[in-house]
């Protein structure tokens, strides 16, 4: 994968998660912009659901920004990791937003959601959550 402008990161990590998403049969659609409240919008079997996409750059990165405080109720989260560093596929991890919520290591100032805590069965390509 070519070297991503860092302000790139979370657009690509957008596109990629709305390709998975039509590659499973749901129909998406994307808010672009920096100042916007959800990032997809997906369905599917006239079924609706929001989606927060957090994307990293490459694993060195550790973790993804976030602060408890920003974590929407009924929203889902896909934390992507874009593998830059191994010219490979990304990485997905799937939360709902009570998973997210307790994912985040809050500090005074910052929070982040450690790579290392979602790298497990529970969240690693857990495309089914969306479908409950």
Do not use: H
């Not at 749901?26 to 609706?48: C, H, P, Q, Y």
């Not at 109720?73 to 934390?79: A, G, L, P």
């Not at 990485?91 to 005074?108: G, L, M």
């Amino acid at each position: 994968m070519a070297e991503i402008p860092r302000n790139n990161t979370g657009l690509s990590g957008e596109y990629f998660v709305a390709a998975e998403l039509y590659r499973r049969g749901w129909s998406v659609g994307m808010t672009i912009g920096n100042a916007k409240a959800v990032d997809l919008f997906a369905e599917k079997d006239n079924r609706r659901i929001s989606i927060q996409v957090k994307a990293i750059y490459k694993k060195k990165n550790v973790g993804w920004p976030m602060m408890k405080i920003a974590v929407k109720k009924d929203c889902f989260y896909i934390f992507v990791n874009l593998n830059a560093d191994k010219m490979g596929m990304p990485d997905y991890f799937i939360c709902t937003s009570e998973e997210a919520k307790s994912k985040v290591k809050q500090y005074e100032t910052r929070g982040i959601v450690d790579l290392t805590t979602l790298n497990n069965e529970d969240f690693r390509n857990r495309w089914d959550k969306l479908n409950v």
